[in-house]
Protein backbone atom coordinates (compact mmCIF):
# COMPACT_ATOMS: atom_id res chain seq x y z
CA UNK A 1 0.00 0.00 0.00
CA UNK A 2 1.00 3.43 -0.80
CA UNK A 3 1.75 5.62 1.81
CA UNK A 4 -0.05 9.59 1.60
CA UNK A 5 2.13 11.27 -0.69
CA UNK A 6 4.13 14.51 -0.01
CA UNK A 7 2.78 17.09 -2.04
CA UNK A 8 4.37 19.67 -3.98
CA UNK A 9 2.93 22.91 -5.76
CA UNK A 10 4.40 25.32 -7.91
CA UNK A 11 3.01 28.15 -8.67
CA UNK A 12 4.65 30.32 -11.82
CA UNK A 13 3.64 34.24 -12.41
CA UNK A 14 2.44 35.53 -15.38
CA UNK A 15 3.81 32.86 -18.02
CA UNK A 16 0.37 30.95 -19.53
CA UNK A 17 2.20 28.51 -21.52
CA UNK A 18 5.24 30.03 -22.39
CA UNK A 19 7.34 27.13 -22.20
CA UNK A 20 8.98 24.28 -24.48
CA UNK A 21 6.83 21.30 -24.12
CA UNK A 22 3.48 23.48 -24.92
CA UNK A 23 5.72 24.25 -28.19
CA UNK A 24 7.00 27.88 -27.73
CA UNK A 25 10.52 27.82 -29.81
CA UNK A 26 12.43 30.53 -28.40
CA UNK A 27 12.16 29.57 -24.48
CA UNK A 28 14.78 27.55 -22.68
CA UNK A 29 13.12 25.38 -20.18
CA UNK A 30 14.50 22.11 -20.02
CA UNK A 31 14.08 21.68 -16.51
CA UNK A 32 10.35 22.10 -16.84
CA UNK A 33 10.64 20.52 -20.50
CA UNK A 34 11.85 17.24 -18.85
CA UNK A 35 9.22 17.42 -16.18
CA UNK A 36 6.50 17.46 -18.16
CA UNK A 37 8.28 14.47 -20.47
CA UNK A 38 8.09 12.41 -17.08
CA UNK A 39 4.53 13.54 -16.12
CA UNK A 40 1.23 14.24 -17.49
CA UNK A 41 0.93 17.14 -19.32
CA UNK A 42 -2.20 18.94 -19.75
CA UNK A 43 -2.78 21.00 -22.66
CA UNK A 44 -6.19 22.70 -21.91
CA UNK A 45 -6.09 23.39 -17.98
CA UNK A 46 -7.49 27.29 -17.70
CA UNK A 47 -7.61 29.30 -14.71
CA UNK A 48 -10.68 31.20 -13.58
CA UNK A 49 -9.61 34.67 -13.97
CA UNK A 50 -6.63 36.37 -16.53
CA UNK A 51 -5.51 37.74 -12.69
CA UNK A 52 -3.29 36.76 -10.01
CA UNK A 53 -5.09 36.31 -7.18
CA UNK A 54 -8.65 34.95 -7.87
CA UNK A 55 -7.58 32.39 -10.59
CA UNK A 56 -4.64 30.83 -7.53
CA UNK A 57 -7.68 31.55 -4.59
CA UNK A 58 -9.73 28.79 -6.78
CA UNK A 59 -6.74 26.67 -7.33
CA UNK A 60 -6.02 26.37 -3.51
CA UNK A 61 -9.75 25.95 -3.11
CA UNK A 62 -11.61 24.24 -5.37
CA UNK A 63 -14.45 26.87 -5.80
CA UNK A 64 -15.38 29.90 -7.68
CA UNK A 65 -14.17 33.08 -7.02
CA UNK A 66 -17.13 34.64 -6.46
CA UNK A 67 -17.90 31.72 -3.96
CA UNK A 68 -14.68 31.80 -1.94
CA UNK A 69 -14.86 35.76 -1.89
CA UNK A 70 -10.84 36.23 -3.41
CA UNK A 71 -12.52 38.20 -6.68
CA UNK A 72 -9.93 40.32 -7.01
CA UNK A 73 -6.06 41.44 -5.76
CA UNK A 74 -5.10 40.21 -2.61
CA UNK A 75 -2.00 42.31 -0.61
CA UNK A 76 -1.66 45.76 0.69
CA UNK A 77 -4.26 46.75 3.59
CA UNK A 78 -7.71 45.77 3.59
CA UNK A 79 -10.23 47.82 2.01
CA UNK A 80 -7.14 49.24 -0.27
CA UNK A 81 -6.17 48.81 -3.83
CA UNK A 82 -5.24 45.63 -3.70
CA UNK A 83 -7.74 44.51 -0.43
CA UNK A 84 -9.73 41.50 -1.91
CA UNK A 85 -9.77 38.24 0.46
CA UNK A 86 -10.84 35.10 1.05
CA UNK A 87 -14.17 35.06 2.90
CA UNK A 88 -14.16 33.74 6.63
CA UNK A 89 -13.73 30.80 6.91
CA UNK A 90 -12.39 29.65 3.53
CA UNK A 91 -10.33 26.28 3.63
CA UNK A 92 -7.04 26.96 1.64
CA UNK A 93 -5.37 23.91 0.88
CA UNK A 94 -2.82 24.24 3.19
CA UNK A 95 -5.40 24.05 5.64
CA UNK A 96 -7.46 21.09 4.27
CA UNK A 97 -4.12 19.18 4.74
CA UNK A 98 -2.52 20.51 8.27
CA UNK A 99 -5.75 18.45 9.40
CA UNK A 100 -5.21 15.75 7.73
CA UNK A 101 -1.56 15.60 9.51
CA UNK A 102 0.49 17.29 7.51
CA UNK A 103 3.38 19.70 7.31
CA UNK A 104 2.60 22.48 5.83
CA UNK A 105 5.24 24.71 4.29
CA UNK A 106 5.51 28.03 2.03
CA UNK A 107 8.63 29.18 0.11
CA UNK A 108 8.55 31.85 -1.98
CA UNK A 109 5.84 33.93 -3.11
CA UNK A 110 2.45 34.00 -3.18
CA UNK A 111 -0.73 36.10 -4.02
CA UNK A 112 -4.02 34.38 -1.97
CA UNK A 113 -4.43 36.55 1.29
CA UNK A 114 -3.64 39.66 2.70
CA UNK A 115 -2.53 38.12 5.68
CA UNK A 116 -0.37 35.13 4.66
CA UNK A 117 -0.50 33.65 8.55
CA UNK A 118 -4.01 33.28 7.77
CA UNK A 119 -3.48 30.05 5.27
CA UNK A 120 -2.44 27.47 7.85
CA UNK A 121 1.17 27.17 7.12
CA UNK A 122 2.89 25.90 9.63
CA UNK A 123 6.42 27.08 8.45
CA UNK A 124 6.93 30.11 6.04
CA UNK A 125 10.02 31.66 4.05
CA UNK A 126 10.20 34.43 2.18
CA UNK A 127 12.24 37.24 1.41
CA UNK A 128 11.50 41.00 2.14
CA UNK A 129 13.69 43.60 2.15
CA UNK A 130 17.61 42.75 1.62
CA UNK A 131 16.37 39.09 1.28
CA UNK A 132 14.01 39.80 -1.60
CA UNK A 133 16.27 38.22 -3.97
CA UNK A 134 15.18 34.84 -2.45
CA UNK A 135 12.24 35.40 -3.83
CA UNK A 136 13.68 34.56 -7.91
CA UNK A 137 13.38 31.16 -8.97
CA UNK A 138 16.68 29.95 -8.13
CA UNK A 139 17.55 31.66 -4.42
CA UNK A 140 13.57 29.96 -4.06
CA UNK A 141 14.56 26.90 -5.26
CA UNK A 142 17.53 26.42 -2.62
CA UNK A 143 15.69 27.47 0.68
CA UNK A 144 13.08 24.99 -0.76
CA UNK A 145 16.47 22.08 -1.34
CA UNK A 146 17.09 23.47 2.07
CA UNK A 147 13.66 22.03 3.62
CA UNK A 148 14.12 18.60 1.55
CA UNK A 149 17.59 18.01 3.39
CA UNK A 150 16.04 18.96 6.77
CA UNK A 151 13.42 16.24 6.28
CA UNK A 152 12.95 13.61 9.59
CA UNK A 153 10.66 11.18 10.40
CA UNK A 154 7.79 9.95 8.00
CA UNK A 155 4.97 12.83 8.26
CA UNK A 156 4.31 13.57 4.71
CA UNK A 157 4.41 17.37 4.21
CA UNK A 158 2.87 19.98 2.06
CA UNK A 159 5.45 22.46 0.15
CA UNK A 160 4.06 25.20 -1.88
CA UNK A 161 6.09 27.94 -3.31
CA UNK A 162 6.44 30.76 -6.09
CA UNK A 163 8.26 32.82 -7.95
CA UNK A 164 8.50 36.90 -8.78
CA UNK A 165 9.44 35.87 -12.80
CA UNK A 166 7.47 36.06 -14.50
CA UNK A 167 5.94 39.21 -13.61
CA UNK A 168 6.68 42.07 -14.71
CA UNK A 169 9.45 44.36 -14.68
CA UNK A 170 11.34 41.69 -16.72
CA UNK A 171 14.70 43.44 -15.20
CA UNK A 172 13.40 44.01 -11.54
CA UNK A 173 15.23 41.43 -10.49
CA UNK A 174 18.56 42.02 -12.45
CA UNK A 175 17.34 39.06 -15.09
CA UNK A 176 19.10 39.24 -18.08
CA UNK A 177 16.80 39.01 -20.94
CA UNK A 178 16.98 36.36 -23.58
CA UNK A 179 16.81 36.07 -27.10
CA UNK A 180 19.68 33.38 -28.10
CA UNK A 181 16.75 31.31 -29.79
CA UNK A 182 15.33 34.44 -31.40
CA UNK A 183 11.87 35.69 -30.58
CA UNK A 184 8.59 34.37 -30.57
CA UNK A 185 4.97 35.73 -30.04
CA UNK A 186 2.02 33.50 -29.76
CA UNK A 187 -0.14 33.60 -32.79
CA UNK A 188 -3.28 35.01 -30.66
CA UNK A 189 -1.66 37.89 -29.75
CA UNK A 190 -2.21 38.96 -33.33
CA UNK A 191 0.85 40.77 -33.48
CA UNK A 192 2.68 40.24 -37.25
CA UNK A 193 5.40 42.73 -37.10
CA UNK A 194 6.57 43.35 -33.35
CA UNK A 195 8.52 46.91 -32.93
CA UNK A 196 11.67 47.33 -30.67
CA UNK A 197 9.65 48.28 -27.69
CA UNK A 198 7.67 44.73 -28.37
CA UNK A 199 10.88 42.54 -29.01
CA UNK A 200 12.72 43.88 -25.73
CA UNK A 201 9.37 42.82 -23.95
CA UNK A 202 9.55 39.60 -25.06
CA UNK A 203 13.43 39.28 -24.61
CA UNK A 204 12.93 40.25 -21.25
CA UNK A 205 9.81 37.58 -20.97
CA UNK A 206 12.09 34.85 -22.12
CA UNK A 207 14.43 36.08 -19.69
CA UNK A 208 12.52 35.33 -16.89
CA UNK A 209 11.19 32.17 -18.54
CA UNK A 210 14.62 30.75 -18.20
CA UNK A 211 15.05 32.26 -14.50
CA UNK A 212 12.22 30.49 -13.83
CA UNK A 213 12.82 26.60 -15.16
CA UNK A 214 16.24 27.07 -13.20
CA UNK A 215 14.80 27.57 -9.76
CA UNK A 216 12.14 24.50 -10.58
CA UNK A 217 15.06 22.32 -11.83
CA UNK A 218 16.42 22.67 -8.34
CA UNK A 219 13.62 21.96 -6.72
CA UNK A 220 13.27 18.90 -8.77
CA UNK A 221 16.87 17.71 -8.55
CA UNK A 222 16.76 18.12 -4.54
CA UNK A 223 13.64 16.39 -4.25
CA UNK A 224 15.41 13.16 -5.84
CA UNK A 225 18.81 13.37 -4.35
CA UNK A 226 16.42 14.10 -0.68
CA UNK A 227 15.04 10.39 -1.87
CA UNK A 228 11.72 12.05 -1.82
CA UNK A 229 11.13 11.96 -5.38
CA UNK A 230 9.25 8.74 -5.82
CA UNK A 231 6.26 9.40 -3.39
CA UNK A 232 6.07 13.04 -3.94
CA UNK A 233 2.89 14.42 -6.32
CA UNK A 234 4.69 17.70 -7.93
CA UNK A 235 2.46 20.10 -9.61
CA UNK A 236 3.85 22.62 -12.08
CA UNK A 237 1.12 25.41 -13.06
CA UNK A 238 0.65 29.13 -13.56
CA UNK A 239 -1.87 31.61 -12.70
CA UNK A 240 -3.17 33.07 -16.08
CA UNK A 241 -1.51 34.14 -19.30
CA UNK A 242 1.35 36.30 -19.86
CA UNK A 243 1.63 40.26 -20.27
CA UNK A 244 0.91 40.22 -23.94
CA UNK A 245 -1.90 41.74 -25.73
CA UNK A 246 -4.56 39.27 -25.72
CA UNK A 247 -3.63 37.78 -22.60
CA UNK A 248 -3.52 38.44 -19.27
CA UNK A 249 -6.30 40.89 -18.10
CA UNK A 250 -8.33 38.96 -20.92
CA UNK A 251 -10.99 36.39 -21.01
CA UNK A 252 -9.33 34.92 -24.59
CA UNK A 253 -7.66 31.82 -23.99
CA UNK A 254 -3.92 33.87 -24.09
CA UNK A 255 -5.50 35.30 -20.88
CA UNK A 256 -7.00 31.92 -19.44
CA UNK A 257 -4.99 29.44 -20.65
CA UNK A 258 -1.96 27.75 -18.42
CA UNK A 259 0.52 25.31 -18.28
CA UNK A 260 -0.52 22.40 -15.75
CA UNK A 261 1.57 19.10 -15.01
CA UNK A 262 1.63 16.81 -12.49
CA UNK A 263 4.24 14.43 -11.77
CA UNK A 264 3.91 11.42 -8.93
CA UNK A 265 5.84 8.26 -9.57
CA UNK A 266 4.58 5.71 -6.57
CA UNK A 267 0.92 7.05 -7.55
CA UNK A 268 0.81 5.95 -11.26
CA UNK A 269 1.47 9.65 -12.57
CA UNK A 270 4.36 9.24 -14.96
CA UNK A 271 5.82 8.38 -17.73
CA UNK A 272 5.16 11.66 -19.89
CA UNK A 273 1.10 11.33 -20.84
CA UNK A 274 -0.40 14.44 -22.80
CA UNK A 275 -4.31 14.98 -21.47
CA UNK A 276 -6.25 17.07 -23.59
CA UNK A 277 -9.12 17.31 -22.07
CA UNK A 278 -10.97 21.00 -21.32
CA UNK A 279 -10.20 21.46 -17.15
CA UNK A 280 -10.25 24.54 -15.14
CA UNK A 281 -7.95 24.67 -12.25
CA UNK A 282 -11.25 24.99 -9.65
CA UNK A 283 -10.59 21.18 -10.39
CA UNK A 284 -6.90 20.41 -9.31
CA UNK A 285 -8.53 20.44 -5.14
CA UNK A 286 -11.24 17.68 -5.74
CA UNK A 287 -8.37 16.05 -7.74
CA UNK A 288 -6.10 16.50 -4.86
CA UNK A 289 -9.02 14.83 -2.70
CA UNK A 290 -9.29 11.99 -4.25
CA UNK A 291 -5.12 11.44 -5.06
CA UNK A 292 -4.25 11.38 -1.53
CA UNK A 293 -7.39 10.51 0.27
CA UNK A 294 -8.02 13.81 2.30
CA UNK A 295 -11.44 14.58 3.28
CA UNK A 296 -12.46 17.93 2.66
CA UNK A 297 -14.67 20.41 4.89
CA UNK A 298 -16.43 21.80 2.43
CA UNK A 299 -18.14 21.08 -1.04
CA UNK A 300 -15.41 21.87 -4.19
CA UNK A 301 -17.15 23.62 -7.14
CA UNK A 302 -14.57 21.69 -9.30
CA UNK A 303 -14.46 18.25 -10.69
CA UNK A 304 -12.14 15.51 -9.88
CA UNK A 305 -9.34 14.75 -13.05
CA UNK A 306 -7.61 12.01 -11.08
CA UNK A 307 -8.32 9.35 -13.52
CA UNK A 308 -7.32 11.82 -16.35
CA UNK A 309 -4.11 11.93 -14.47
CA UNK A 310 -3.59 8.61 -14.33
CA UNK A 311 -4.13 7.10 -17.70
CA UNK A 312 -7.73 5.60 -16.45
CA UNK A 313 -10.16 7.43 -17.94
CA UNK A 314 -9.97 8.77 -21.82
CA UNK A 315 -13.14 12.11 -20.64
CA UNK A 316 -13.55 14.69 -18.42
CA UNK A 317 -16.29 15.70 -16.33
CA UNK A 318 -16.23 19.09 -16.65
CA UNK A 319 -18.93 20.29 -20.21
CA UNK A 320 -18.04 24.03 -19.28
CA UNK A 321 -15.98 26.14 -17.52
CA UNK A 322 -16.06 29.41 -16.44
CA UNK A 323 -13.38 32.84 -15.66
CA UNK A 324 -14.39 36.48 -14.79
CA UNK A 325 -12.18 39.69 -14.13
CA UNK A 326 -14.11 40.90 -11.26
CA UNK A 327 -17.03 43.58 -13.06
CA UNK A 328 -15.77 43.88 -16.17
CA UNK A 329 -15.97 40.57 -17.77
CA UNK A 330 -17.28 37.13 -17.57
CA UNK A 331 -16.70 34.31 -19.82
CA UNK A 332 -17.96 30.78 -20.01
CA UNK A 333 -16.38 27.86 -22.59
CA UNK A 334 -17.48 24.57 -23.75
CA UNK A 335 -15.62 22.50 -26.41
CA UNK A 336 -16.63 24.30 -29.27
CA UNK A 337 -18.07 27.72 -28.14
CA UNK A 338 -17.06 30.85 -25.89
CA UNK A 339 -18.75 33.51 -24.89
CA UNK A 340 -17.54 36.50 -23.30
CA UNK A 341 -19.85 39.21 -21.58
CA UNK A 342 -17.97 42.47 -20.99
CA UNK A 343 -19.97 44.66 -18.19
CA UNK A 344 -17.83 47.51 -19.28
CA UNK A 345 -16.90 48.54 -22.51
CA UNK A 346 -13.59 49.16 -22.68
CA UNK A 347 -10.25 48.62 -20.67
CA UNK A 348 -6.76 49.66 -20.82
CA UNK A 349 -4.42 46.93 -22.36
CA UNK A 350 -0.90 47.62 -20.07
CA UNK A 351 2.41 48.13 -21.94
CA UNK A 352 3.75 46.40 -24.52
CA UNK A 353 1.08 47.69 -27.09
CA UNK A 354 -0.30 50.02 -24.66
CA UNK A 355 -4.11 51.17 -25.73
CA UNK A 356 -7.44 51.44 -25.36
CA UNK A 357 -9.59 48.72 -26.21
CA UNK A 358 -13.35 48.82 -26.84
CA UNK A 359 -15.13 45.59 -26.59
CA UNK A 360 -18.84 44.95 -28.07
CA UNK A 361 -21.56 44.14 -25.02
CA UNK A 362 -21.01 40.33 -26.49
CA UNK A 363 -18.28 38.01 -27.84
CA UNK A 364 -18.94 34.92 -29.55
CA UNK A 365 -16.48 32.41 -30.62
CA UNK A 366 -16.69 28.90 -32.41
CA UNK A 367 -13.43 27.35 -31.29
CA UNK A 368 -13.58 24.54 -33.42
CA UNK A 369 -13.13 26.71 -36.96
CA UNK A 370 -11.80 29.74 -34.99
CA UNK A 371 -9.35 28.87 -31.94
CA UNK A 372 -7.78 32.41 -32.52
CA UNK A 373 -11.07 34.13 -31.46
CA UNK A 374 -11.12 36.55 -34.34
CA UNK A 375 -14.85 36.64 -35.44
CA UNK A 376 -17.48 37.73 -33.46
CA UNK A 377 -20.23 35.56 -34.05
CA UNK A 378 -22.60 36.97 -31.49
CA UNK A 379 -24.46 39.50 -33.92
CA UNK A 380 -25.09 37.22 -36.52
CA UNK A 381 -28.36 35.70 -36.59
CA UNK A 382 -26.89 32.18 -38.11
CA UNK A 383 -25.13 31.72 -34.47
CA UNK A 384 -28.41 33.01 -32.21
CA UNK A 385 -29.27 29.31 -31.09
CA UNK A 386 -25.51 28.79 -29.80
CA UNK A 387 -25.58 32.38 -28.16
CA UNK A 388 -28.62 31.46 -26.02
CA UNK A 389 -27.52 28.68 -25.53
CA UNK A 390 -24.04 30.12 -23.93
CA UNK A 391 -25.84 32.56 -22.14
CA UNK A 392 -28.23 30.29 -20.54
CA UNK A 393 -24.85 28.55 -18.71
CA UNK A 394 -23.55 32.00 -17.83
CA UNK A 395 -26.65 32.93 -16.44
CA UNK A 396 -26.90 29.89 -14.42
CA UNK A 397 -23.32 30.31 -13.42
CA UNK A 398 -23.43 33.45 -12.02
CA UNK A 399 -26.89 32.57 -10.37
CA UNK A 400 -25.93 29.93 -8.95
CA UNK A 401 -22.63 32.35 -6.97
CA UNK A 402 -24.69 34.89 -6.29
CA UNK A 403 -22.38 37.09 -8.18
CA UNK A 404 -22.83 41.10 -7.21
CA UNK A 405 -22.58 42.08 -11.00
CA UNK A 406 -26.19 41.09 -12.06
CA UNK A 407 -27.57 43.42 -9.14
CA UNK A 408 -25.08 46.65 -10.10
CA UNK A 409 -21.45 47.97 -10.67
CA UNK A 410 -19.18 46.24 -8.78
CA UNK A 411 -17.06 48.40 -6.30
CA UNK A 412 -14.09 47.42 -4.64
CA UNK A 413 -10.39 47.70 -3.93
CA UNK A 414 -8.67 48.44 -7.19
CA UNK A 415 -12.34 48.14 -8.78
CA UNK A 416 -14.43 50.93 -8.32
CA UNK A 417 -16.90 52.04 -10.97
CA UNK A 418 -19.31 54.58 -9.22
CA UNK A 419 -23.04 54.99 -9.71
CA UNK A 420 -24.04 52.57 -12.83
CA UNK A 421 -23.47 54.07 -16.59
CA UNK A 422 -25.09 54.37 -19.74
CA UNK A 423 -22.36 50.74 -20.98
CA UNK A 424 -23.31 49.09 -17.55
CA UNK A 425 -27.42 49.54 -18.39
CA UNK A 426 -26.79 48.41 -22.07
CA UNK A 427 -24.59 45.70 -20.92
CA UNK A 428 -27.07 44.48 -18.22
CA UNK A 429 -30.05 44.76 -20.92
CA UNK A 430 -28.75 42.83 -23.38
CA UNK A 431 -27.35 39.84 -20.73
CA UNK A 432 -31.36 39.70 -19.36
CA UNK A 433 -32.29 39.47 -23.12
CA UNK A 434 -30.33 36.51 -24.12
CA UNK A 435 -30.49 34.98 -21.04
CA UNK A 436 -34.33 35.40 -20.02
CA UNK A 437 -33.85 36.68 -16.95
CA UNK A 438 -35.79 39.30 -15.63
CA UNK A 439 -35.21 42.75 -14.15
CA UNK A 440 -34.32 42.51 -10.85
CA UNK A 441 -35.86 44.61 -8.02
CA UNK A 442 -33.00 44.72 -5.37
CA UNK A 443 -31.06 47.92 -4.84
CA UNK A 444 -27.58 47.32 -6.22
CA UNK A 445 -25.25 45.80 -4.36
CA UNK A 446 -21.21 47.01 -4.46
CA UNK A 447 -19.00 44.16 -3.06
CA UNK A 448 -15.73 44.25 -1.71
CA UNK A 449 -13.89 42.82 1.64
Given amino acids: M???????????????????????????????????????RFTRMYGTSPICSPSRGSLMTGR??????????????????????FNDPEQHLSHVLRKAGYETA????????????????????????????FHTAPGVGERCAEFFRQRRGDRPFYLQTGFLE????????????????????????????????????VAGLQG????????????LESLRASGLEDNTLV????????????????????????????????GGISGGRTCDAMLSNVDFLPTLKELTGTPLTHAPDGVSFAGLARGT????????????????????????????????????????????????VAELYDLD???????????????????????????????SVDDPILRGPVSGPGVTFGDPDDRYRESLAEYREWTGCQASNSKDRRRGP
Avoid at 23 to 32: D, F, L, R, S
Avoid at 64 to 85: I, S
Wanted: charged share 20%; hydrophobic share 35%.
Fill in 2 to 40: INRPNVVVIVSHDTGRHFGCYGVPTVQTPAIDAFAADGC
Fill in 64 to 85: WPQRNGLMGLAGGKRGGAFGWD
Fill in 106 to 133: MIGYHHEAIDLGTLGFDHVVRGAGEQAK
Fill in 166 to 201: THTPYNGQGIPPDSAKGLWLPPWCRVENPDDAMQAH
Fill in 208 to 219: SVRSLDTGVGII
Fill in 235 to 266: VFTVDHGPELPRGKWTGYDGGIGVAFVMRWPA
Fill in 313 to 360: EVESQRHWLGAMFVGLHYEVRTERYKLIHNFRGSYHQPPPGATEHTNP
Fill in 369 to 399: SDPLEIHNLAYESAHAGARREMSGILRNWLE
